[in-house]
Nanobody, 121 residues
Framework: QVQLVESGGGLVQAGGSLRLSCAAS????????MGWFRQAPGKEREFVAA????????YYAHSVKGRFTISRDNGKNTVYLQMNSLKPEDTAVYYC??????????????WGQGTQVTVSS
């Protein structure tokens, strides 16, 4: 079992930055790939970024590539999402997830409760 708790969301102006954190509990954190997804009102949950268990491999959605950076610290059981040059269209609830290294949300086994990110224009 892995429990995930996100933090770091908030309100920021366009062009600003936020860093999301996802703290995991459970012995198997370092064995899992981790992903970040987001869901805006009225839209489906979409893939944002993913990182392999070792941290060597990372993947990004086209819409955030070059602006967002995913990283992890297995010693702290935490995964991060550094978000720079934020745009109003980045506004969503952001979720972290643990499971397979994939862009498909159904292939992740564990999910956090989400943290709201709002970008004002």
């Amino acid at each position: 079992q892995v429990q995930l708790v996100e933090s770091g969301g908030g309100l920021v102006q366009a062009g600003g930055s936020l860093r999301l954190s996802c703290a995991a509990s459970g012995r198997t954190f370092s064995n899992n790939a981790m992903g970040w997804f987001r869901q805006a009102p009225g839209k489906e949950r979409e893939f944002v970024a993913a990182i392999s268990w070792s941290g060597v491999s990372t993947y990004y959605a086209h819409s955030v590539k070059g602006r967002f950076t995913i990283s992890r610290d297995n010693g702290k059981n935490t995964v991060y999402l550094q978000m720079n040059s934020l745009k109003p269209e980045d506004t969503a609830v952001y979720y972290c997830a643990a499971g397979a290294l994939t862009t498909i949300p159904e292939q992740y086994d564990y999910w956090g409760q989400g943290t709201q990110v709002t970008v004002s224009s």
